[in-house]
C-alpha cells in the first residue's frame, strides 16, 4: 500500500507578508516560491484604476456592474431560530452596501429548506422570511446610496443553497447530514453511517422546487439574481462528483448536471425573468487532516492528504485527477463553463476545495481554524493556483466568445450539443491572503484579462472598504488588513457567531469573544508548554505562545500588548514582531 502523506514536502517556515517591504521585495519573494503571480509596483488611483472601471459585458438585472469587485457570500451563524434576520445580520448588510462594491455576490448563504442549514441561524430562504430579505436588501441599498449618491450600478443577488453533507439544522453540535453518495473518506468524519442518509432521485425532485420558489421569493423582494451553489462541498457541489451515483444524478456529466439544468429549466417555465449566477468550486483534492506524526495539543500538525491509495481512480472530486487526486484536472470545469453559458447564467464565481476537508485549498490562510491544521505550503501557493485556473478559465472563456462553430473538439469535449451563447463574467478569489498587496495583484489581473471582478469575503467583516481605500487613497489602514487569523472560522465551528473577532470592535466586546478567548486557551493549556506559558512574564509568554501555540495566541499575546501599548497599536506591533498575522462561504 502507498503512503501517500510521507511524500509530502516539510511545512513551509512562512515568510509574513508585511515583512515584505515592497512589491519588489513580494515579488522577489514570490519567485523563490516559482509561482506566476504578478505584482503591480503602484495602486493606481481614481477613475484609472482597473478596479474602478464598469464590467460592460454583460448587465444583471437591465443593471451594468459599476466597479470589479465583489462582496462573496457568506454563511451567517446570527439569524432567528426560524432563519429571519437579527441585528447582526442587519448590521452585516449595511455594511456590504458600505463597501462601495457594486456586486454583492449572494450576500449570504440562504438555505431553501430547513432541514438544509448548516447550523440552527443560517438564513432560510421561505415565505415566512420574506419581510426580513426584503428589509436587508433595503438596508444594503440604503447605505450605499447615502455614502455614494447612487445604486442604480449596484448588482445584489442571493445565494440558495442545501448544505448537504454539512447540515446541522437543529443543534450546533450534531451533524445531521444529507448526501449525494457514500464518500470512503467523508463519512465517517461527518457521521454518515447509513444509505438512508443518501438523497433519493424522488426527494431531489423536490428539492428542485424548492429552488424554484425560493428564486420567486428573491425575485419578488427585489434581488437581481440568484446563485446556484455549487462549491465547497455542499449539496450540488457534491452532485457533479457523483460518478459512483446510480440513476439520472449520477454518473455521466449530464446526469450529474442535470440539477442545475432543472432548477434553470424550472424558474424559467414558471415566468421569473430572475438572472442567474453559479459559484464554483472549480477543483477539488482529496480530503486533508493534521499530521498525527507532528501534532501536539494545542498546536495542530501540517496538513497531509488523506489515505486514498485503495480509491483509485479517485472518483468522489469534482475537477481533481483522478489518478493522483492532490492535483487539479480542468477537463470537466470547462465542459461545466460551457453548459452555464448555454444555460444562460451569467455570473461564474470560481473557488475550490472545501473549508470542511481541504480548507488550505480553499482559503490560504497563514493559521488554521480550531479543526483544520498548519499550512502544508506557503499559502501564497494557494492563492497563486486559484488565481492562475481561474486565468485558464478565462482562456476557455475567450475561445467560446470567438468559436461560431457547431460541437466539436477543437473548444471542448462537451457531450452536449453546443450553441453560441453569451458567457459568463468571471470573479475570483482567495486574494485574502495577499494582505497588502491585494491591490497591487488585483488590478494586474483585472488589466489583463485573467479575471473579470475580484472577489472578497470574510478579509470585508472588518474592513468592508478595503478596495475603496485603495482607489480612492492608494494606500490601506494596516490596522484593519486580515491577517487570516482564522477566528471568524474557529468561532462557528465552536458554535459561536462568525465575525471579525481581532479586529471589529463590534465582535471584540461581544460576549463570544471571551468564550472564543477561552476555548483558545483550552487548546493552549492542554499542551505541557501551554499550562507552563501561564506562568512565564509577559514578553516570554507571547514567544512560546507565537511559537509553539498559535491557536491560543490572542488568549495570551494580545492581552498582554493592550496592557502595555493600548487597543489601537496591537495590529501593528504584531506586524513588527513577526509580520503580523490577522484574518467565501
Sequence with gaps: MVTWHRTMPEPPKLVRIPTLKTPADFRNYVATLGLDLPCEDQIVTGAASPLAQPVDAVTINGKRIGNRWAIQPMEGWDGTASGGATDDVRRRWQRFGESSAKLIYGGEAMAVQPDGRANPNQLVIVEQNKKDLAALREILVRAHQERYGTGDDLVIGFQLTHSGRFCKPNDKSRTEPRVAYRHPILDKKFNVTSDAQVFTDGEIERLIECYIAAAKIARDVGADFVDIKHCHGYLLHEFLSAFTRPGKYGGSFENRTRILRDIIAGIRASGNPIDIGVRLSAFDFVPFKPDAALSQPGKLGPGIPEDFSDCLPYRFGFGANQGNPVEYDLTETFQFVELCAQLGVKILNLSAGSPYYNPHIQRPAAYPPSDGYQPPEDPLVGVARQINV????????????????????????????????????????????????????????????????????????????????AVEKGA???????????????????????????????????????????????????????????????????????????????????RAKRKRQGTGAVQDAIARSEGSKANEW
Design 390 to 469: 481561474v486565468r485558464q478559465v478565462a482562456e476557455f472563456v475567450q475561445a467560446l466568445n470567438r468559436s461560431t462553430v457547431e460541437a466539436g473538439p477543437a473548444v471542448s469535449v462537451s457531450t452536449l450539443p453546443r450553441f453560441h451563447a453569451s458567457t459568463p463574467i468571471l470573479i475570483g478569489s482567495a486574494y485574502s491572503y495577499l494582505q497588502e498587496y491585494l491591490p497591487h495583484v488585483a488590478q494586474y489581473v483585472v488589466r489583463n484579462g485573467w479575471t473579470d471582478m475580484i472577489g472578497l469575503g470574510r478579509m470585508t467583516l472588518a474592513y468592508p472598504n478595503i478596495l475603496a481605500d
Design 476 to 558: 490601506l489602514e494596516k490596522k484593519l488588513i486580515c491577517r487570516t487569523f482564522s477566528d471568524c472560522t474557529t468561532a462557528p465551528r465552536n458554535g459561536l457567531i462568525s465575525g471579525c473577532y481581532p479586529l471589529d470592535k463590534y465582535y471584540a466586546a461581544k460576549p463570544e469573544s471571551q468564550k472564543l478567548r477561552e476555548i483558545k486557551k483550552a487548546a493552549c493549556c492542554r499542551h505541557p508548554a501551554g499550562r507552563k506559558t501561564h506562568r512565564l512574564p509577559a514578553r516570554r509568554r507571547q514567544h512560546v505562545c507565537r511559537e509553539a501555540l498559535p491557536l491560543c495566541r490572542f488568549g495570551h499575546e494580545r
